[in-house]
Nanobody, 127 residues
Framework: QVQLVESGGGLVQPGGSLRLSCTFS????????IAWFRQAPGKEREGVSC????????WHEEAAKGRFAISRDVARDTVYLQMNSLKPEDTAVYYC????????????????????WGQGTQVTVSS
């Protein structure tokens, strides 16, 4: 069955960096879109970055542009989120998710477009 597993979260000081990994399995489709979302306490889950496998196109939330980078390792079935210059407001649980296969030709940043989710990894930015 489809599974996504996040790792790499932790506690980091402001200005520091973390790299999150999302390792997936059970995909039967050739092409996919995977996104990173985050949810801070008391807030809605929001899209951070997305990447597609068929052409490498990406999308980043405005606050992530210039600080976060998303990449894919097709051989390892893994998507990475490199987060630099972290700020306290980046503190949240980070989730990776797969966009529904029937909708992948247009990257979506809304949660209803995603059908499988990982369990989440906590990122805390604090001094």
């Amino acid at each position: 069955q489809v599974q996504l597993v996040e790792s790499g979260g932790g506690l980091v000081q402001p200005g520091g960096s973390l790299r999150l990994s999302c390792t997936f399995s059970g995909f039967t489709e050739t092409y996919w879109v995977i996104a990173w979302f985050r949810q801070a306490p008391g807030k809605e889950r929001e899209g951070v970055s997305c990447i597609s496998s068929h052409d490498g196109s990406e999308w980043h939330e405005e606050a992530a542009k210039g600080r976060f980078a998303i990449s894919r390792d097709v051989a390892r079935d893994t998507v990475y989120l490199q987060m630099n210059s972290l700020k306290p407001e980046d503190t949240a649980v980070y989730y990776c998710a797969r966009q529904k296969p029937t909708e992948i030709w247009t990257i979506s940043t809304t949660t209803p477009s995603y059908d499988y989710w990982g369990q989440g990894t906590q990122v805390t930015v604090s001094s």
